[in-house]
T-cell receptor, first 116, second 114 residues
Framework: GNSVTQMEGPVTLSEEAFLTINCTYTATGYPSLFWYVQYPGEGLQLLLKATKADDKGSNKGFEATYRKETTSFHLEKGSVQVSDSAVYFCALSDNGGGTSYGKLTFGQGTILTVHP | DGGITQSPKYLFRKEGQNVTLSCEQNLNHDAMYWYRQDPGQGLRLIYYSQIVNDFQKGDIAEGYSVSREKKESFPLTVTSAQKNPTAFYLC?????????????FGSGTQLSVL
């Protein structure tokens, strides 16, 4: 079955530091890949996505590239802010069709804390 | 404003009691989902529904039940058979169509056992 593995957290950085959160996946077929962000006490929000190999998703200074050869979708940001403190989830979408369509498989989440 | 509303925000369950979590959306989305979130385990799919009056079990459906009588509503019942119900529960919905993969999430319900 499908699975997503994220780097162990929590991650603690100083403001303006470079961020990388690793994500690798196992899937049959050609899944779409996502990063979602969860702020304290809230639901998840889509941060960025990529639907095919070599696509780069980007939003709010965050980027991730769909690497089929390494089955990875690492999240990066060049200069983090205190307001980026949240939990980040990598996920993939089952594009196999039928009744399973649209199901997301999530990684375990990575807690990011950014200090001033 | 359109969105997904979950209620209550906090819920306490007594031993042997069934409790129902509400999820309502006014986004006109066909598909709706229930996820359970436990610390360090990410989100796991409980049940999902692609259309009114139809739903399928997810990965951890045991001890839970759902109904989908209206497009806007997808309530989740945590039954007494669920022995470890303490978790954060998230409802989500999605627009129809193969290109619409983004999930819209509610703000969640924290369920605890008394």
């Amino acid at each position: 079955g499908n699975s997503v593995t994220q780097m162990e957290g929590p991650v603690t950085l100083s403001e303006e530091a470079f961020l990388t959160i690793n994500c690798t996946y196992t899937a049959t077929g050609y899944p779409s890949l996502f990063w979602y962000v969860q702020y304290p006490g809230e639901g998840l929000q889509l941060l960025l996505k990529a639907t095919k190999a070599d696509d780069k998703g980007s939003n709010k200074g965050f980027e991730a590239t769909y690497r089929k050869e390494t089955t990875s979708f690492h999240l990066e940001k060049g200069s983090v802010q205190v307001s980026d403190s949240a939990v980040y989830f990598c996920a993939l979408s089952d594009n196999g069709g039928g009744t399973s369509y649209g199901k997301l498989t999530f990684g375990q989440g990575t807690i990011l804390t950014v200090h001033p | 404003d359109g969105g997904i509303t979950q209620s209550p925000k906090y819920l306490f369950r007594k031993e042997g009691q069934n409790v129902t979590l509400s999820c309502e959306q006014n986004l006109n989305h066909d598909a709706m989902y229930w996820y359970r979130q436990d610390p360090g385990q990410g989100l796991r799919l409980i049940y999902y529904s692609q259309i009114v009056n139809d739903f399928q079990k997810g990965d951890i459906a045991e001890g839970y039940s759902v109904s989908r009588e209206k497009k806007e509503s997808f309530p989740l019942t945590v039954t007494s058979a669920q022995k470890n119900p303490t978790a954060f529960y998230l409802c989500a919905s999605r627009r129809p169509g193969p290109s619409n993969e983004k999930l819209f999430f509610g703000s969640g319900t924290q369920l605890s056992v008394l």
